[in-house]
Nanobody, 113 residues
Framework: VQLVESGGGLVQPGGSLRLSCVVT????????MRWYRQAPGKERELVAG????????NYADSVKGRFTMSRDNAKNTVYLQMNNLKPEDTAVYYC???????WGQGTQVTVSS
């Protein structure tokens, strides 16, 4: 089982990024998936979660209306589209499969002018 995130980087406030998480070793379509983030000196925070069929998505209040989580089961990939980024979104972002308790290595997102 492996989860590999990509797509992070440095972006100015108000900018956008799309994170990807490619999974191998299990069939993505059968699993609920989540995105978390962890800022320096802070606890890991749940950002969004999506059911296996993709029809129900939950978001943290801090990202509602700005972030969109999606999945492409055929590509074994989950995404996090992040718009109108703010400096407080700066963190390492991780994808997570709760049922397998598997984590990716994380991808750094830095929002700064």
């Amino acid at each position: 089982v492996q989860l590999v995130e990509s797509g992070g980087g440095l972006v100015q406030p108000g900018g956008s990024l799309r994170l990807s998480c490619v999974v191998t070793g299990f069939t993505l379509s059968a699993y609920y998936m989540r995105w978390y983030r962890q800022a320096p000196g802070k606890e890991r925070e749940l950002v969004a979660g999506i059911i296996s069929a993709g029809g129900s998505i939950n978001y943290a209040d801090s990202v509602k209306g700005r972030f969109t989580m999606s999945r492409d089961n055929a590509k074994n990939t989950v995404y996090l589209q992040m718009n109108n980024l703010k400096p407080e979104d700066t963190a390492v972002y991780y994808c997570h499969c709760p049922r397998l308790d598997s984590w990716g290595q994380g991808t750094q997102v830095t929002v700064s002018s």
